[in-house]
Structure formats: C-alpha cells, structure tokens
C-alpha cells in the first residue's frame, strides 16, 4: 500500500486501520473482512473500526478530508465499521462535500449497513458507517447510495440544511412573492 502526505497505518488490529490525514492509495482490489469484536449495548454487532477518516478545515475554503481511493474491487462485510470525525475547530456548513471512499472495480457488500442516507448523525448505532452528530447545527448529512455489485464508485457525505428549514425558508419565499404581486395589482 501506499500513501500521500501524512497518512500512517496503526497495525495490530485485525486489518491495518488508517489513522492521520491525507489519501490511501490502494492498488489491485481492497477487502475488509474482520471476524469482529464482543457485542456491546453500542455496537451491537460486534463490529470493528476498519477506517477512522477526519474532515479538516474551518471554512468551505480550505475543507479536506481523508480517503481511500481503491484501484481494483472493494469489499466490505458487516463486522466492517467506517468512522467519520471532525477535527478539533471544525465548523460544519451547509454545502460541504466529501468523497471519503472510491473505488474502479466491483463493489461487494456482504451484510454491510450504510444506514439511512439522509441522517444527522445522532443515531448511527446500527449501521457501519459512522458520521459525527450535526443534530444541534439544524443541518444533516446527505450520503451517496452504494449498490452492491456495481463497478466503480464512491462514497460521499455532503452536508445540507435540515429540510424543515428549507420548507419554512420556502414558504417564506412564497409569502414575499405574493405579497409583492398584491401590491403592484392594487
């Protein structure tokens, strides 16, 4: 394997787990495949953490984030966990983007979780890909849909506004609209 700028690889686990910053290349396919761990109240399944990727950045204009780019097949089962953590300072805003895993071969999913993909991050126990909790900033995480089976792809997390808030911003729009068009038909 081989990484750019200061990723490091922590072993000793039973897949070597990325732990720092920058991009994982990885060539020839990439499988995770751990027996897993003692089932706990909050990890009820036993999974372990195969990846801890952090977002960076306290602005739209100097965001990144860690990834995986895979050349080749990548595989995951269910005892497979994936966890997303922000830097210390980091501010979560509506737009943000991230492609956190991709890959050019076959996508396997073997009882792997992704969890609903639209979700704030509070209630992430019972999948095995964990983002951190935005429920307080009135906004949610947006998650690209992974198909098992198909070639080539990515995972990618994008922060939106909560779309009750949308709504609200919506009607408030209208209400503007209509109340102009009353005054200029008066």
């Known amino acids: 394997m081989r990484s750019n700028t200061s990723t490091r690889f922590k072993c000793g686990c039973p897949v070597a787990a ?7 290349n990885v060539g020839n396919g990439l499988t995770f495949n751990p027996v897993g761990g003692t089932p706990t ?13 952090f977002i960076h950045g306290t602005s739209l204009a ?3 984030g860690d990834r995986i780019h895979i050349t080749g097949d990548l595989s995951l089962n269910s005892k497979s966990n994936i ?5 210390d300072g980091f501010i979560a805003t509506a737009g943000q983007s991230w492609t956190l895993i991709d890959w050019t071969g076959v996508l396997t999913l073997i ?7 639209q979700r704030d991050g509070s209630g992430d126990a019972g999948s095995n890909f964990d983002l951190p909790d935005i429920a307080s900033s009135g906004l949610y995480w947006e998650i690209s849909a992974l198909q098992d089976g198909t070639t080539g792809g990515a995972l990618v997390a994008s922060i939106a506004p909560e779309p009750s808030r949308m709504l609200l ?4 729009a209208a209400a503007v609209m209509f109340r102009r068009r009353r005054r200029t038909a008066a």
């Open 169 to 172: 911003l919506a009607a408030g």
């Open 18 to 24: 990325i732990v720092g910053r920058g991009t994982l």
């Open 111 to 117: 009882g792997w979780n992704l969890g609903l993909l």
């Open 41 to 53: 109240v909050d990890n009820p399944t036993g999974a372990v953490t195969i990846a801890s990727l």
């Open 62 to 64: 100097n965001q990144t």
């Open 83 to 87: 966890v997303v953590t922000f830097d």
